[in-house]
């Protein structure tokens, strides 16, 4: 298969590219790093069967040649990033869908859209199963990334109800692995970074809310079924471990010997307070189940960042 990867130089992106090279397929990547990164795909410069766009999706796409499938996974997608880059975020999910949908349209291709938990915002339902609409505030510092992704999935469904374009759709929590940008303010690379430095983990709130955490292969494992699946309806793809960030934090303290403790911050505007996914759809429909630890996942996370930091 030739298969088109916009945000393929991001951390999930360039998993992805990964995984479908090292099972002889063609990838094409897009990305204009604002948030992806040139590291993510530096091994793969000699790899011919790999080709690279540096190229914003939000502008007219234009790839040559026969494309099987096309995976949507440009966007800003910490909190920190989504803050800083308000606009390029609502631009992504809003225009690069409908670019992304138009490559699929025009090669007849099968679409993935990589949405998210967010679509379910600070949810009232416990645990969120894809059924759940969601609880967003639209004006609040969030909207512009919960909205732009709840606009990408009805823009997605459009081009399938519309022009029967062969749409998937992937909710996907929290994820954390290699390549995650240990600048990018989510709450695994900040611990670790921090736990590393031998500094206290900035636990915002109480930490009482909580959150489960994916390692990035299960993830990729995911997608890959869901796009191989008849599954039109999105589907949550996420780690059923929830746990406070409290304890999270505790978690990663004892992985790597950090003494210096937790300090409380501010907690942010509109930070879920739970967020945990039903994933009976990915079981029954995909028989997808997470197989990677937190702590085997950890350990991966800790040795990546801990050379990373080396380097600097
Ligand atoms: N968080 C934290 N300390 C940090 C970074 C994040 O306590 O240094 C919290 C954050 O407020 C949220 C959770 O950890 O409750 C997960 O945050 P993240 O930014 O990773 O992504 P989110 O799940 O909010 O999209």
């Known amino acids: 298969m030739r298969i088109f990867i916009t945000g393929g130089a991001g951390f999930i992106g360039s998993h992805l590219c990964d995984y479908f090279l090292a099972r002889d397929h063609h990838v094409i990547a897009m990305d204009n790093f ?20 540096e190229q914003d999706v939000t502008k007219f796409i ?26 390029q975020t609502m631009k992504v999910g809003a225009l690069g ?27 009232l339902v416990h645990p969120q199963r894809e059924d759940y609409w969601g609880n967003v505030n639209p004006i609040g510092p969030r909207g512009v990334y919960d909205e732009a992704k709840r606009f990408a999935e009805a823009m997605t469904l459009a081009y399938h109800r519309q022009h029967k374009l062969e749409t998937r759709i992937v909710r996907i929590f929290n994820t954390y692995g290699p390549r995650n940008a240990l600048d990018d303010g989510r709450v695994v690379p900040n611990f670790v970074g921090q736990a590393l430095r031998g500094e206290p983990l900035t636990v915002h709130g109480d930490g009482s809310q909580t959150r489960s955490f994916t ?98």
Do not use: C
Request: glycine share 6%; proline share 8%.
């Open 97 to 123: 869908t409908h670019n992304a949908l138009g490559v699929a349209r025009a090669k007849g291709a099968r679409f993935l859209l990589a949405s998210t938990s967010e679509v379910y915002g600070d949810p």
């Open 34 to 53: 604002i948030t992806g990164s040139p590291d993510n795909i530096a091994h793969l410069a000699n790899e011919p069967r790999f080709e690279f766009i």
């Open 62 to 87: 234009d790839v040559p040649g026969h494309i099987d499938a096309v995976l949507h996974f440009a966007s800003p997608a910490s909190p920190k990033s989504y803050l800083d880059f308000p606009i």
């Open 215 to 312: 390692y990035v292969s299960d993830l990729v494992e995911g997608i890959v079924r869901l796009l191989r699946s008849d599954e039109l309806l999105p589907v949550n793809i996420g780690n059923p471990n929830e746990m406070t960030i409290k304890q999270f934090a505790e978690r990663i303290n004892a992985l790597t010997g950090n003494k210096a403790g937790i300090v409380y911050k501010n907690r942010p505007v509109d930070d879920p307070a739970r967020r945990n996914p039903d994933i009976t759809k990915a079981r029954t429909i995909l028989g997808w189940e997470p197989q990677v630890s937190l702590d085997a996942g950890l350990e991966e996370t800790i040795a990546y960042f801990d050379a990373r930091m080396q380097k600097v």
